[in-house]
């Protein structure tokens, strides 16, 4: 994936929540948003649907299987814009989580993951995640786009 390009690119986050309501989030690493918590996500390959994207994504970044729900957002992420050189059209997506434990198996990208209850997340989101949750318990999907 070439990031440093003048053409926006699409991201897509994974809200993946237990039947307790608990969410998953994985403390990032890699590229950009190192130390910040986000969703299960990926770049959308070309020709790819987007739904398929989401259950690959979560299949690859923590080997569990999901059921994609709906899309709860869609969102400019824009934070990485300056020093990064590259916008994103973030769509977060609600997957129904069908169970198993997350593993890390990208150790480059992701330093671990752990079960947030949604009252109690942590303070530095990433931003498509941020994006995400505000759109999910505002119950709109267009939260950041004007």
Known sequence: MNLNTKQPLVGI?????????????????GTHG???WAF?????DYGEKIFVCGV??????????VEIVKVISIADQLRY????GFHVVNIGLLARYLGGEPKLLEPDKCVR???FDLDKL???LFEGTELTLKSFKAKQVDANCQ
């Open 34 to 36: 190192v130390g910040e």
């Open 40 to 44: 299960p996500g990926g770049w959308l």
């Open 81 to 84: 814009i300056a020093d990064k």
């Open 56 to 65: 690959r994504e979560a299949k690859e970044e923590v080997d569990l299987d």
């Open 122 to 124: 942590p303070e530095n």
């Open 13 to 29: 986050g994974v809200l993946i929540q237990r039947p307790d309501g608990k969410v998953l989030l994985g403390l990032r690493s």
């Open 113 to 115: 993951w752990e079960w």
